[in-house]
Nanobody, 113 residues
Framework: VQLQASGGGLVQAGGSLRLSCAAS????????WAWYRQAPGKERELVAS???????DYTDSVKGRFTISRDNAKNALHLQMNSLKSEDTAVYYC????????WGQGTQVTVSS
């Protein structure tokens, strides 16, 4: 499996970013996929997930601000992040839910206040 997250960067508080993930995994369309993040000194946490049927779920801190989506034709996963806050600063990873052992490099999101 290969998981390549991209789209991170430096943004001011209140700004937006759109993350993308290219996943080369067998049975992509049959799996639940998710975005995770890990802030400095903290454990990795599940941010948002999307089932094979398109049902979504979000951690409370991002509800109403983040939107997860998937493009099964392209084996791609996206995370639209709006109204970003400094506490959203982290390395963001894509993976299935529950996750593979392999994580990929992730993409850094830094929100300046």
């Amino acid at each position: 499996v290969q998981l390549q997250a991209s789209g991170g960067g430096l943004v001011q508080a209140g700004g937006s970013l759109r993350l993308s993930c290219a996943a080369s995994a067998r049975y992509f369309t049959a799996l639940t996929w998710a975005w995770y993040r890990q802030a400095p000194g903290k454990e990795r946490e599940l941010v948002a997930s999307i089932s094979r049927l398109g049902n979504t779920d979000y951690t409370d801190s991002v509800k109403g601000r983040f939107t997860i989506s998937r493009d099964n034709a392209k084996n791609a996963l996206h995370l639209q992040m709006n109204s970003l806050k400094s506490e959203d600063t982290a390395v963001y990873y894509c993976n299935r839910n529950p996750p593979f052992h392999y994580w990929g490099q992730g993409t850094q999101v830094t929100v300046s206040s």
